[in-house]
DNA sequence: ATGAAAGCGCTAACAG
DNA sequence: CTGTTAGCGCTTTCAT
């Protein structure tokens, strides 16, 4: 006999069974168990009480084969441990609890070419839509993502050349609006500090952004720090610490990410610095959580439950579209920034 | 012809198809692409060539389906948002990394309900393996997780009765032992905070063993504070506020998670309240991303990820087991304590 | 080293 | 309202 679960232990249960307890079809008992079709009460209830008695669980993989149906939408995205993903799944979340669709996560560890095994593994389980952080992908992997026939929406950026839809802000925008918010509050000597990865693309575009802003107006970006690992109160303390004992004149830091940003307030806090008269701050993200800081720190809302909301309707609508939704971030003052 | 996608586009790709194209059978593909069996190199290499040239993607839903075999391994935590769950993922994803197990992701949101629905819908695919957080559930869940037939672990918490095999810390040991290290240090005025959702398990166990502990040591509990919502540094702060108006001479505040204590931390800082001298805190998990906080909060360490690589080396021997591994967690005494 | 036949558990389609 | 038949795309088993 053939081994059945891997442990051979007992035969898994099948509509068979159920419908041999019940006295009636097989198909009766999938029509009961879906909902589907006219069924008299009495032999669904039959049905009911037999599946219960016996603990059947239906086998999905066979019910996906032989209806060509997966009630699964893959997510991919890069890490799990940085706030604003679970944030972009909440929104999915949200869409997909009103639909039978299901989100499968999976993570690409920022890495493309594991990105593109994530998302072949997915592709393989014929799922109902796939949705993908960024628009930064393999070759092979936006082959793929073109060729498979199902909804696919690329999320969080609209600054490139999306696969098919996409949904999301421009980080260039947003880092040229941020220039813009600064240089208009009066600050002159302007650092950045962020992530020194090539592969935080949405970051380096918000960099690039920055940089066009500041020279639309007139004003050099005075220093630049970098940082390797993942971001925190730590990190944004040493950075700080490091930009301005390479630069004490700086009247402004704008950072990657809030994270990083706090820990550069409370730095200066403690260091007697007036905020955000002799320097102001700047972040990115609006992560609720640090509301609560001595100082609410300037932010641009990346408008990450939106984006989950509008992508994961666009996989629901079950349709082949390439679509482009941009949201527009949002500018919050805050403590840190001189009244505009 | 039946639809073959939800769009009825083309019809999706079969092993016949790269067969046909490489000018074999379809079980010489079959065994190519799943390098099993001998093949000759030539033909391997016409297989190759005319599955990448056709962009042929594997059903594995057929292939799990045939061969009884799924490669996935669901895990069930109640949110992502909560940091230590992506924490637990981090090390489950460190061991299934060594073997062809995914992981596979679904959130319970605290309701019991929505977890038997989710644990349902997860060995419904017939998964190789099931990691559910916490020991309870409903009786169904329990039923359905006695008989899957396959390796099942609960995580994070050993104070209770495992369904099968266990894996995690005993909170109500992490809150005695806090209060044993809080009473050693001479503090006698201890407040809590935590949350007030009986469907955090865990948080109500540590406050269980904190009672105990501080009752074995002949000290009362002189106030506590409650809230509803989720942690942060304004929960943090507010409960902070609320427990010192209530009760003023409170010298030690023992918080159910950092994340508060950090907010209570900053909002003490601000008071000028001398720490750990006037008042003393402690949190519980032991974040890293709060390193970069004035001070270092008092904290126990919750061992997420050493219990995330435990439950994924249980699953991925394959082997039914009820073994319970108990870790112990590990104070940390900060600075936000007098020195013991 | 390769192929042919059978069937995994379920559902679509049709028959009654 | 219920049952029968065929077959989803793949892998197992057995044959060559």
Redesign the pocket.
């Known amino acids: 006999m053939?081994?059945?679960n891997p442990f051979d232990g007992k035969?898994?249960?099948?509509?068979?069974d159920v419908a041999e307890v019940a006295?009636?079809?097989?198909?009766?008992?999938?029509?009961v168990?879906?909902q589907?079709?006219?069924?008299?009460?009495?032999?669904?209830e039959r049905v009911f009480a037999a599946a219960r008695q016996l603990g059947?669980v239906?086998?999905?993989?066979?019910?996906a084969?032989?209806?060509?149906?997966v009630n699964l939408v893959g997510v991919v995205i890069p890490s799990l441990s940085n706030m604003v993903f679970p944030d972009v799944l909440g929104g999915i979340g949200d869409i997909l609890d009103e639909t039978p669709l299901q989100p499968v996560i999976g993570t690409s560890k920022y890495d493309p070419v594991h990105e593109e095994h994530v998302i072949y593994e997915m592709l393989s389980w014929r799922p109902s839509g796939l949705i993908v952080a960024g628009l930064e992908h393999t070759e092979a992997a936006r082959a793929m993502m073109a060729n498979a026939g199902i909804p696919m929406v690329e999320v969080m950026d609209v600054d490139g050349d999306p696969v098919a839809a996409a949904v999301g802000i421009s980080h260039e925008a947003a880092g040229r609006q941020m220039a813009g918010e600064i240089v208009r509050r009066g600050y002159r000597r302007i650092g950045y500090l962020g992530s020194s990865s090539i592969a935080d693309h949405r970051a380096q575009k918000r960099l690039k952004g920055f940089r066009q802003g500041l020279a639309e107006a007139g004003v050099p970006l005075s220093d630049e720090c970098f940082y390797a690992g993942s971001s925190g109160f730590g990190t944004g303390r040493a950075m700080t610490q490091e930009i301005l004992a390479k630069t004490p004149d700086l009247d402004f830091l704008y950072y990657n990410t809030d994270m990083n940003a706090a820990g550069g307030l409370l730095y200066l806090l403690e260091k007697g610095v007036s905020i955000p008269d002799q320097i102001g701050l700047a972040g990115f993200n609006c992560f609720e959580v640090l509301n609560g800081l001595p100082l609410r720190i300037a932010s641009m809302d990346s408008r990450r439950k939106d984006i989950g909301r509008r992508a994961a309707e666009l996989v629901a609508a079950n349709e082949l579209t390439d679509e482009v939704v941009r949201f527009d971030p949002v500018f919050l003052e805050g403590d840190t920034v001189r009244r505009g």
């Open positions: 053939r081994g059945r035969p898994q249960m099948t509509l068979r006295g009636v079809s097989e198909m009766t008992v999938s029509r168990l879906r589907r079709g006219d069924v008299s009460a009495k032999t669904r059947y239906p086998n999905k993989i066979a019910g084969l032989a209806s060509n149906r």
